[in-house]
Every structure is written in structure tokens, then in C-alpha cells.
């Protein structure tokens, strides 16, 4: 997940015209399946994505793929502008052969017949991916894309700044909770981190890894959704505390303010993921050498238990006439060596394959964190505690803007972060059912 996508997905809300079942149940197999899969004459498939870079990455297809050429297109606008968008297109028939879809986003594109199931093109991928990985693309046993990369939740910190105080990173929230008290405390001024109430996916993440699972189906047509539950309210409650403390920043993530204090030492830590690095050039520049990451403070001592902030996959449309042709582009570049080497060279994602999580491509950590060699490693033994919603439900832009409002609320109101997520859950419940969908919850 790139920046730009963080920044949109809680504030742009489209009307996603779901149909009233659980997501498979309203999936066509496409026109794709009825079209020949193996002509022999060289197709050219049209490819939507915003990544920078991924033109190389279509390039060394093309080349290695004479009769198989794709076409990439950027998008008007990402995230959820870009989605709703393909539901539009989808009943004229114009959309592309392959998009670009975020984890969170995919079962609302399944549950308008946008995308379809490549099982059959791609085969067994359990050899390649943890469960957890797939839970995000396999939907009621069908698979709907070959997930592209793994965003496990970790804690960056300034280490010039905590040796200065004789700390060490924190392993449990309550050593984080005691480091941010030591911190603010020894200079008013600094602060451990941030709670925003600008990233949903943030928020999550989080939520993950308390055991919280928003959403989950049973039998063919009905959903329980709990995004007011125990684990969720334990997150809420727990930052809540800190900001009525005093020891953190209430300054959402990406704003102008924030850039400032994560370069200029105020914010001396940062609760990210994965991703991060990439990122951190554009918000705290001179600060470059000075960041380490460590693996996310757990709720259990030795709990290895971790969220997911971010992922993408790609999908193969309803529309294209080559299913079979976008299904193999899309397994190859996600979890081919070939592919899979081009994807970090180029657009600097960490693999959700496995076996290609220990490419020499990674044995160099990113530059900004250069001070890190075993980066990527901490990358790949935090991406083996991850864990994930059994399933994002088909209105996730519905919560994600819901939780910006209501969080953002509950800061300038100073009541509980907790109350919030009961108006998330209420909005959330009442738009499935406004939609069609059977919900309990």
C-alpha cells in the first residue's frame, strides 16, 4: 500500500451496489471462461495499476511473453475512486483484463460480479502462501487473485534518541505505554508516537492482532459483523489512556504537522508497517540512519501475534476475454522468482510468497534504513505472526470513513475512542442491510 491510497481510503465513499448474498454467490464465472484459452495467437491484456515502478516489472514480461503482451494503464484515481469506478464499467464491458485491488477492497468488487475466480488458471497456491495471505483473496473456496505482497504491522523508533534515554524497544503495549511515559516525561516535547484517527487500515490492523474479527458469513447469505468487540475495544481503550495521559500525539498520520514532528524529533516513534520505509524519505528526510525497525510490542509477552496495515493483489475482470492468459501474468508476477524479483527491484514490495521472501533482492535493507541490514529478515519472521479478518466485509469504504469521522470526533470531543467503534459498527450494519445483505450484529 502506497501513501497515497492510505490518505483516500477512509475519505472516498462510493455507492457499492452489492447485490443481497454472500460474496460468491453472485459471481458469474465471466466471459472470459467462454472465450478460448489457449489460441495460439498472441493477445494483448490490459493492465490497471498505480504503482510506480510497475511499468519495468510489464516490461520483462513483454519481453520474455512475445504472444502474451500487456498494456499498462495508471488510473484516474486510486483506492476506492479506481473501484468504483470498475463497478460502473463492468455492466458496459469495458473494463480492464487485469486490475490493481487492495485486500480490504476485493470482496466488494467479487460481490458486483467484477472480478472472477482463477482456480483453475493459477491451481493450488498453499505451497507458495500462508493461510492468512490467502484468506485476503479466497473467498467460499474460490480464489480471486495471487496475493502480491505482506504489510505485517511493526514499530519504528529513533535509536539515537533512545539510547540517549537507556531505553530499549518495547516488546508488550505495557512496556510501550511505560517507554511513552519515560519519554514525555524526560522532554515534554517528544512524544513515542501518534494515534490517527486518519488511517482505518491503521486501526485494524491493530485490532488484528488483539483477535478482533470484524467480519465473518455464514451459510450462503448471511454476515455477523463485530467491529464493536472485545479485542477492538481493548485497542481503542488502550490508546485512549495514553492520549488522556498526554504521552502521545493525537496528530493524524500524513498531515503537515505530523511530517514535521517525525523529522524534527517530537514524534521518536512511529506504530507502521512494513511499507514504511518507502515512505519515510518524503516525511522525515534528515532523519535518515536514525530510524530502526523491531517487531511490534505484543499484548502477551512472546506473543508473535501481528496485524496487517496495507496489501494488494491483482485480479483478472469479468470482462476480459483472456482469463487464462491475465491469470498467468498475475501468477507470474506474484509468485514467480522472476516476477517477484522485478516487483521488489522496481516497486519495492515485500513478497507475500514464501519461498521468494529470501530473494537476493532483500538481502539489502531499504536506504533509508541502511543502518538495518537484517531488515528484511525482521520482515519475513514478522510476516509468520500474521494474522487477519477471516474475511473484509463487502462496505469496508463504509467503516473506513465511518472510523475517520467517528475517531476524529471522539478526539475533539475528548469522550472515548471505544464509543466510537459503536458508531462504526452502526453504520456499517445499517448500510449492509441498506444494501440487501442479511447481518446480525
Known amino acids: 500500500m502506497r501513501k497515497s491510497t492510505l490518505r483516500t481510503l477512509g475519505a472516498t465513499v462510493g455507492v457499492l451496489a452489492a447485490a443481497a448474498t454472500v460474496l460468491t454467490g453472485c459471481s458469474s464465472t465471466g466471459s472470459g471462461d467462454n472465450a478460448s484459452a489457449g489460441s495460439g495467437g498472441k493477445v494483448t491484456l490490459s493492465f490497471v495499476n498505480w504503482d510506480g515502478g510497475m511499468q519495468a516489472v510489464v516490461d520483462e514480461w513483454n519481453k520474455a511473453n512475445p504472444n502474451i503482451q500487456v498494456k499498462l494503464t495508471k488510473p484516474s484515481g486510486t483506492g476506492y475512486t479506481l473501484y468504483n469506478k470498475l463497478i460502473t464499467n463492468n455492466k458496459a464491458g469495458t473494463n480492464p483484463d487485469v486490475t490493481e485491488v487492495e485486500y480490504q477492497a476485493l470482496p466488494a468488487l467479487i460481490a458486483n460480479n467484477v472480478v472472477i475466480p482463477i482456480d483453475k488458471y493459477v491451481g493450488d497456491l498453499s505451497g507458495d502462501f500462508s493461510k492468512s495471505d490467502l484468506s485476503q483473496v479466497q473467498f467460499e473456496g474460490k480464489t480471486y487473485g495471487v496475493p502480491q505482497n505482506v504489510c505485517p504491522m511493526v514499530f519504528f523508533y529513533r535509536k539515537d534518541i533512545w539510547d540517549s534515554l537507556g531505553l530499549k524497544a518495547p516488546t508488550t503495549w505495557d512496556e510501550y505505554a511505560a517507554d511513552a511515559a ?145 491469470a498467468k501474468f498475475v501468477k507470474w508476477m506474484n509468485s514467480s522468482k522472476d516476477g517477484v524479483s522485478s516487483l521488489i527491484t522496481n516497486v519495492q514490495v515485500f513478497p507475500a510468497s514464501i519461498p521468494n521472501q529470501s530473494l537476493p533482492q532483500l538481502q539489502t535493507p531499504p536506504p533509508f534504513m541502511s543502518n538495518q541490514p537484517d531488515y528484511n529478515a525482521l520482515m519475513a519472521t514478522a510476516a509468520k505472526g500474521v494474522r487477519t479478518f477471516d474475511i473484509w466485509g463487502p462496505n469496508a469504504n463504509v467503516t473506513f470513513d465511518s472510523y475517520s469521522n467517528s475517531f476524529a470526533a471522539a478526539l475533539q470531543n475528548k469522550t472515548q475512542l471505544s464509543a466510537a467503534l459503536d458508531k462504526m459498527q452502526t453504520d456499517t450494519v445499517t448500510d449492509m442491510k441498506k444494501i440487501g445483505f442479511k447481518v446480525t450484529g
Open 182 to 326: 519515560k519519554i514525555h516525561a524526560a522532554d515534554p516535547k517528544k512524544y513515542i508516537g501518534n494515534f490517527t484517527a486518519a488511517d482505518p487500515g491503521w486501526f485494524a490492523g491493530l485490532a488484528q492482532q488483539a483477535g478482533a474479527n470484524w467480519w465473518t458469513t455464514s451459510g450462503s447469505d448471511k454476515w455477523t459483523v463485530a467491529i464493536n468487540d472485545a479485542p477492538s475495544k481493548k485497542v481503542a481503550d488502550f490508546w485512549g489512556g495514553l492520549i488522556s495521559k498526554g504521552v502521545v500525539s493525537p496528530e493524524p498520520n500524513w498531515s503537515a504537522q505530523w511530517n514535521t514532528d517525525m523529522n524534527n524529533g517530537t514524534l521518536v516513534g512511529w506504530v507502521g508497517a512494513q511499507w514504511g520505509p518507502n515512505q519515510l524519505p518524503s516525511i522525515a528526510k534528515d532523519t535518515a540512519g536514525k530510524w530502526v525497525a523491531a517487531a511490534l510490542p505484543a499484548w502477551t509477552a512472546g506473543d508473535d501475534t501481528v496485524g496487517i496495515w496495507g496489501g494488494e493483489t491483482e485480479s483478472v475482470t469479468t470482462n476480459s476475454k483472456h482469463p487464462a492468459e491475465a
